[in-house]
């Protein structure tokens, strides 16, 4: 879809996608884990999921369009503190938006990793967690345990900034993640477009094939380890 002289694009389409994806991820693995018994196998699968989606936004935020990729949107102290004293955010994440962009993209990421060797002791493990030993496996899975509550505490943070924009400042958020178009009163003067074009599918296509990839790679550890000790 094109920006029209009402809107202007900001978050092309891999984007937004990806985030939305993350958000259902991060849902269905907190649901799943509630749950128990027979739920800890959906557990399992959106925490590769997660693995797979974080891994693809990393290689998004050096590959991707203007404003997803990091280099636009990582700011110093200098920025934060300007921005905190009233300076006009710029298109895409704000200064301080960025840094809960990459907070949570640590604590998921982390998440996904740690939970690969973890275990709950009773049927179900990490894909990897015949590859270490159980001391290793145990403080990674206390680890893991640990960490939901700082995600938690991540994704409150974030629902109350986007609400406090929404209510005080009359800033639409949630929209433009998902038409991928913002108002131009919400935007610096002259704000010029994200490329939307061909050539962004074509390398989202290969971050999306090396994310995927990965995610296979360690399936496949996962039967040959199940292999070795059957």
Known sequence: ???TRSSIRIWDLP???FHWALAACVIGA????KLGGLYMD???RFGLATLGLIVFRL???FVGPRYARFATFLRGPAAIKAYLRGAAAPAGHNPLGALSVVALLAALGFQAVSGLFAT???MTQGPLYARVDETVAGRLTSWHHSNEWIII?????HLAAVAWYVAVRRKRLVRPMITGDA???DLPAATSPADDGPAVWLRALVAAALATGLVLWIRSLEIVADFSFS
Do not use: E, K
Request: net charge neutral.
């Open 42 to 44: 959906w557990h399992v």
């Open 15 to 17: 984007t937004r996608l």
């Open 30 to 33: 907190y649901v799943s884990v």
């Open 120 to 122: 709950d002791d009773i």
């Open 153 to 157: 505490g991540l994704v409150v943070l």
């Open 59 to 61: 290689l998004w935020g």
């Open 1 to 3: 879809m094109q920006h």
């Open 183 to 185: 108002r131009p009163q």
